[in-house]
């Protein structure tokens, strides 16, 4: 294991009843890192970032989140990550403020308001910190919940498809934002279905196919034509 | 104090969205007053059968009203899958389990506030004098009432057969609290001092310091499983 390995799976396996999602999967991200966990629907993508979010209990192997064991000592891995996944975590009858003070109040964070505004700010959302949520589109409430890791200052982002929904500038947003995060010793796992500008922020790409890591390779230069084009070699080999 | 912190955190959050939405209160509202007419036309007039129902009826009320309401606890975790938020906050979760009993609890009170002021005004009853003996009984009973209802309600909020299963599992496991809430209710609205139902009182009293402390203790298990 590299010694400054954030994340660290090894010999993953998830077992839905008879049917393997994830067998042997192991790859590790440094700090500093992006990984881009490419795949087709159901390649176990989504499985593998709940696995090491502490969401989901591995049938067999280990994960591994800032030298701890998700499933053995979930609490000590929870500090250290900031999931984005599908649900954007926030109460539609609270205010964007209000959510804010919660789940920073949740995680016994003492965060004083003007420290909470800058948070909304950071996201550019703080000229609508005393709207409820109700009213937010979808990407407006992806961007609050981008806000609560402003503050938490995780070691680990796990994203699922973390651009989706977003408009260009909050994308751009987003890629600055996870930049300075790398350049912060943060470590990223992103599992996304884009070959695009959502994959410039990533280092390495890995393909999940059959249940495995059927490519894992530094993103180079590559472009979007030629991750296509070993997306279909691998997906469609290993599927 | 972190505890005590997060614990309140969570009575904000949901006294918050309650106050905003209104959906628990106002349904219980109309539920209740649906009740009493159900209860008017059944009963009639006649004064004897009141008082000898009118404990039981109570609390059928005050059971069916807190069953819906603690029903629908973990309903607001389900939206935007915030349930995985409260599974994700480091801590100690039990505080999140204290602060939804506290929540329930207050709503709970409340309601049962507003069923009691419905049966005085139907059926014209006198309870001035008993209503300090009586607060002190519903009080005990809505906590052990709360307290079970709340683990529940966070045991079956990802089941889903939750509405049949939530009232399958509780209602057992309350027979103690009925009983003895039932039992002191009608002692206390005879007129008789709470002295003389001391032995109700202290068997509800010990039901809440179990059901909190079995609470308290399970639900960090509860919420990982």
């Given at each position: 294991m590299a010694p400054d390995a954030l994340v660290r799976v090894s010999g993953l396996r998830k077992a839905f009843g008879g049917h393997r999602v994830l067998d042997g999967v192991t790859l590790e991200v440094r700090a500093?890192?992006?990984?881009?966990?490419?795949?087709?629907?159901?390649?176990?993508?989504?499985?593998?970032?709940?696995?090491?979010?502490?969401?989901?209990?591995?049938?067999?192997?280990?994960?591994?989140?800032?030298?701890?064991?998700?499933?053995?000592?979930p609490e000590r891995v929870r500090p250290h990550i900031g999931l984005v996944a599908h649900g954007s975590y926030v109460y539609e009858d609270l205010t964007a403020l209000e959510n804010l003070r919660f789940w920073t109040g949740l995680a016994g964070l003492g965060v004083p308001r003007t420290d909470l505004m800058a948070a909304l700010a950071a996201v550019e959302l703080e000229r609508f910190a005393g709207e409820r949520v109700r009213t937010f589109s979808a990407g407006m409430k992806r961007r609050l919940s981008l806000a609560r890791f402003v503050l938490a200052r995780p070691?680990?982002?796990?994203?699922d498809e973390p651009f989706a929904g977003l408009d260009q500038r909050a994308k751009k947003w987003l890629e600055e934002h996870l930049q300075a995060f790398k350049a912060g010793g943060g470590a990223i796992v992103m599992a996304t279905h884009s070959f695009g500008r959502e994959l410039a922020v990533a280092d390495r790409i890995a393909i999940l196919a059959g249940g495995g890591i059927a490519l894992d390779t530094p993103r180079g230069s590559r472009g979007a034509d030629e991750i296509a084009r070993l997306y279909?070699?691998?997906?469609?080999?290993g599927a | 104090m972190i505890f005590a912190r997060r614990a309140w955190v969570v009575v904000w959050k949901d006294l918050l969205v309650e106050r905003r939405s209104k959906e628990t209160l106002n349904a219980l509202f109309f539920f209740s007053l649906l009740l009493l007419f159900v209860f008017q036309f059944a009963l009639g007039p006649d004064r004897e059968r009141?008082?000898?129902?009118?404990?039981?009826?109570?609390?059928?009320?005050?059971?069916?009203?807190?069953?819906?309401?603690?029903?629908r606890t973990f309903v607001v975790e389900r939206e935007n899958d915030c349930w995985e938020?409260?599974?994700?906050?480091?801590?100690?979760k039990s505080a999140i389990y204290v602060g939804k009993l506290a929540g329930n609890l207050l709503l709970m009170l409340v309601v049962e506030a507003m069923l009691l002021a419905l049966f005085v005004i139907f059926f014209n009853l006198e309870i001035a004098a008993a209503l300090p003996g009586?607060?002190?009984?519903?009080?005990?009973?809505t906590v052990g009432f709360a307290a079970v209802g709340t683990l529940f309600a966070a045991m079956t909020a990802q089941v889903r057969a939750r509405e049949l299963l939530f009232p399958v599992l509780l209602l057992p496991v309350q027979v103690p609290v009925l009983l003895a809430t039932v039992k002191a209710t009608e002692a206390v609205l005879l007129g008789e001092p709470l002295g003389a139902v001391a032995h109700w009182l202290k068997l509800l009293a010990a039901a809440d310091v179990i059901y909190v402390a079995a609470g308290v203790l399970t639900f960090d298990f509860l919420l990982e499983s």
């Amino acid at each position: 294991m590299a010694p400054d390995a954030l994340v660290r799976v090894s010999g993953l396996r998830k077992a839905f009843g008879g049917h393997r999602v994830l067998d042997g999967v192991t790859l590790e991200v440094r700090a500093g890192e992006a990984l881009a966990l490419l795949g087709a629907n159901g390649a176990g993508k989504t499985t593998l970032l709940r696995i090491l979010a502490t969401l989901a209990r591995p049938t067999r192997g280990t994960a591994w989140v800032a030298g701890h064991d998700c499933a053995r000592d979930p609490e000590r891995v929870r500090p250290h990550i900031g999931l984005v996944a599908h649900g954007s975590y926030v109460y539609e009858d609270l205010t964007a403020l209000e959510n804010l003070r919660f789940w920073t109040g949740l995680a016994g964070l003492g965060v004083p308001r003007t420290d909470l505004m800058a948070a909304l700010a950071a996201v550019e959302l703080e000229r609508f910190a005393g709207e409820r949520v109700r009213t937010f589109s979808a990407g407006m409430k992806r961007r609050l919940s981008l806000a609560r890791f402003v503050l938490a200052r995780p070691r680990v982002l796990l994203l699922d498809e973390p651009f989706a929904g977003l408009d260009q500038r909050a994308k751009k947003w987003l890629e600055e934002h996870l930049q300075a995060f790398k350049a912060g010793g943060g470590a990223i796992v992103m599992a996304t279905h884009s070959f695009g500008r959502e994959l410039a922020v990533a280092d390495r790409i890995a393909i999940l196919a059959g249940g495995g890591i059927a490519l894992d390779t530094p993103r180079g230069s590559r472009g979007a034509d030629e991750i296509a084009r070993l997306y279909r070699l691998y997906t469609e080999n290993g599927a | 104090m972190i505890f005590a912190r997060r614990a309140w955190v969570v009575v904000w959050k949901d006294l918050l969205v309650e106050r905003r939405s209104k959906e628990t209160l106002n349904a219980l509202f109309f539920f209740s007053l649906l009740l009493l007419f159900v209860f008017q036309f059944a009963l009639g007039p006649d004064r004897e059968r009141l008082a000898a129902t009118l404990p039981g009826l109570l609390w059928l009320g005050f059971i069916l009203a807190g069953l819906l309401g603690l029903g629908r606890t973990f309903v607001v975790e389900r939206e935007n899958d915030c349930w995985e938020g409260l599974l994700l906050a480091p801590g100690d979760k039990s505080a999140i389990y204290v602060g939804k009993l506290a929540g329930n609890l207050l709503l709970m009170l409340v309601v049962e506030a507003m069923l009691l002021a419905l049966f005085v005004i139907f059926f014209n009853l006198e309870i001035a004098a008993a209503l300090p003996g009586l607060a002190l009984v519903v009080l005990l009973g809505t906590v052990g009432f709360a307290a079970v209802g709340t683990l529940f309600a966070a045991m079956t909020a990802q089941v889903r057969a939750r509405e049949l299963l939530f009232p399958v599992l509780l209602l057992p496991v309350q027979v103690p609290v009925l009983l003895a809430t039932v039992k002191a209710t009608e002692a206390v609205l005879l007129g008789e001092p709470l002295g003389a139902v001391a032995h109700w009182l202290k068997l509800l009293a010990a039901a809440d310091v179990i059901y909190v402390a079995a609470g308290v203790l399970t639900f960090d298990f509860l919420l990982e499983s």
